[in-house]
């Protein structure tokens, strides 16, 4: 079975400092990990994935993400942020072996403030 | 990448009733999820919904709650049943795409009173 833990529920940084999210799985097997981005009121939208290769993965609204399989993480990271980036974010992972259903994190919330 | 549409986007419903929520792809997938977002919480998955064959349930969740429709290759409907109060969530439809990529519709927010 696999699972997710995003470590941190809240994180509040000002405008323009940088940020990252810790997220760890779980899984017997090889993944396949997600950070999605909601916005207040809002679905949600992909930010980056890994299916394989490079470790480093780039995403939009210039985020990016390194996946760690020593350490089973895949943390997000921004090196500068904006107001407009506040928003919960989700870690997801999926696997063949489990038919590619996404088993997500509890969300962190990230607060921009100026 | 795949546009996804579903209806309603929002709606308030009396207890003891019942909403089908319709979701539709722009373009024909193989597998389709469903997904609770109770407030304040994280995605769960309901089941998942393949064309042609019944849809594969979650722990927790029963055929007789939360019936689900898959007429073919672009559409699903997921009906909530017997409403109570704590049926109050959030909906995604997600569909995956070749290469394990999933994405959302923007979701039904549904209030039982």
């Known amino acids: 079975a696999q699972s997710v833990t995003q470590l941190d529920s809240q994180v509040p940084v000002f405008e323009e400092a940088p940020v990252e999210l810790r997220c760890n799985y779980s899984?017997?097997?090889?993944?396949?990990l997600f950070w999605y981005v909601q916005y207040p009121n809002q679905g949600l939208q992909l930010l980056l994935k890994?299916?394989?290769?490079?470790?480093l993965v780039k995403g939009i609204n210039g985020f990016e993400a390194e996946f760690n399989k020593s350490q089973t993480s895949f943390h997000l990271r921004k090196p500068s942020v904006h107001i407009s980036d506040t928003a919960e974010y989700f870690c997801?992972?999926?696997?063949?072996?489990?038919?590619?259903?996404?088993?997500f994190g509890k969300g962190t919330l990230l607060t921009v403030n100026p | 990448s795949a546009v996804i549409s579903q209806k309603p986007s929002r709606d308030i419903c009396q207890r003891g009733t019942s909403l089908t929520i319709q979701c539709q792809v722009d373009s024909q997938v193989t597998m389709m999820f469903w997904y609770r977002q109770q407030p304040g919480q994280s995605l769960t998955l309901i089941a998942t919904?393949?064309?042609?064959?019944?849809?594969?349930?979650e722990s927790g969740f029963v055929i007789d709650k939360f019936p689900i429709s898959r007429p073919n290759l672009t559409f699903s409907t997921l009906t909530v049943s017997n409403m109570s109060p704590e049926d109050s969530s959030i909906y995604l439809c997600?569909?995956?795409?070749?290469?394990?990529?999933?994405?959302f519709g923007q979701g039904t927010r549904l209030t039982v009173v």
């Open positions: 997600s569909v995956l795409i070749g290469g394990g990529e999933a994405f």
């Open positions: 899984s017997s097997v090889s993944v396949y």
């Open positions: 919904a393949n064309q042609g064959s019944e849809a594969t349930y």
């Open positions: 890994y299916l394989s290769g490079s470790t």
């Open positions: 997801a992972v999926s696997d063949h072996d489990s038919n590619y259903k996404l088993t």
